[in-house]
């Protein structure tokens, strides 16, 4: 019974080598598994990168199957009959029209126009299909609506330009009468200091309007002597500054031969006339 035993196990033992042998060949022409090359491998392990895998692939699923459904899906009803269609408008009439063999028969030739005079239509008329559940006139009616609302779109967007450059213009205008009303208040005082100087080389002490100099400062009494004054009798703030501008240059101008505009006191009345552009801003401009 031993030696049996001893047998079997030898048998064994020499199966086993042999298998181990052919194992070992099929490793060496295969990669070898058990390297440092599959032990020592570090799985990347960098946050979000799973996901990013899971989500690309997801994608790459799910065109595929896009690409699958629109090969496998069927045309419908309404797609054939609009390719059939076009196709036939594509191709030209032959000669197995009846209605085209009427026209040969008549003398038409291909590609010429139609009429006695071949002044007519070239092109068959156009095949307009109406494939939606909307009446007649719809479309027509949709198309007015988009119109009249384009149109008065732009009929306000004209009325705001319009406003914006009214808008504009007039703040221009305010601003040119704020400048002007300040140069003529700046000529005002010109001429009040000028007449002032004029008036004291004159050795005239009181001036003839109260205007007609730089305001100086007041007393109490030269104040109730003013609050006594006539109503009738016209102030200065009855007056504009253009008013006083052009009453004091004349002032000037009679009385001392003198233009601001100018800076001259000039000789006589013939050399202010003949010299002096004139007696306002405008003409030394």
């Not at 079997?8 to 070992?24: A, D, E, G, Q, V």
């Not at 001036?207 to 007041?218: D, K, N, Q, S, T």
């Amino acid at each position: 019974m031993a030696k049996k035993s001893h047998s079997i196990i030898s048998r064994l033992s020499c199966w086993l080598h042999r298998y181990c042998c052919h194992m070992k060949l099929n490793m060496a022409e295969d990669d070898d598994y058990m390297s440092d090359s599959f032990i020592n491998v570090q799985e990347d392990i960098r946050p979000g990168l799973p996901m990013l895998r899971q989500i690309r692939e997801a994608r790459r699923k799910e065109e595929k199957q896009q690409e699958a459904n629109l090969k496998n899906r069927q045309k419908s009803l309404k797609e054939e009959e609009q390719e059939r269609r076009d196709v036939g408008l594509k191709n030209a009439l032959g000669c197995e029209n009846k209605g085209f063999a009427l026209l040969q028969k008549m003398g038409y030739k291909s590609g010429q126009a139609l009429g006695k005079s071949g002044d007519g239509i070239v092109e068959p008329i156009p095949l307009n299909v109406k494939t939606g559940k909307s009446g007649l006139g719809h479309e027509a009616l949709l198309k007015r609506k988009a119109e009249e609302k384009l149109e008065s779109y732009r009929r306000k967007i004209h009325m705001k330009n319009q406003a914006e450059e009214k808008a504009a213009e007039q703040f221009r205008m305010r601003l040119k009468s704020k400048q002007d009303e300040m140069k003529l208040e700046g000529d005002l005082r010109r001429s009040q200091r000028a007449c002032q100087q004029l008036d004291t080389q004159k050795n005239i002490q009181v001036p003839r309007e109260a205007w007609y100099w730089l305001r100086l400062e007041e007393t109490e009494e030269e104040e109730e002597e003013e609050k006594e004054q006539d109503e009738d009798e016209y102030t200065s703030e009855d007056l504009s500054v253009l008013e006083k501008l052009q009453i004091l240059t004349s002032y000037l101008r009679e009385e001392h031969l003198y233009c601001i505009w100018c800076g001259t006191a000039y000789e006589d009345k013939e050399d202010l006339s003949s010299n002096c552009p004139g007696p306002t801003s405008a003409d030394h401009d």
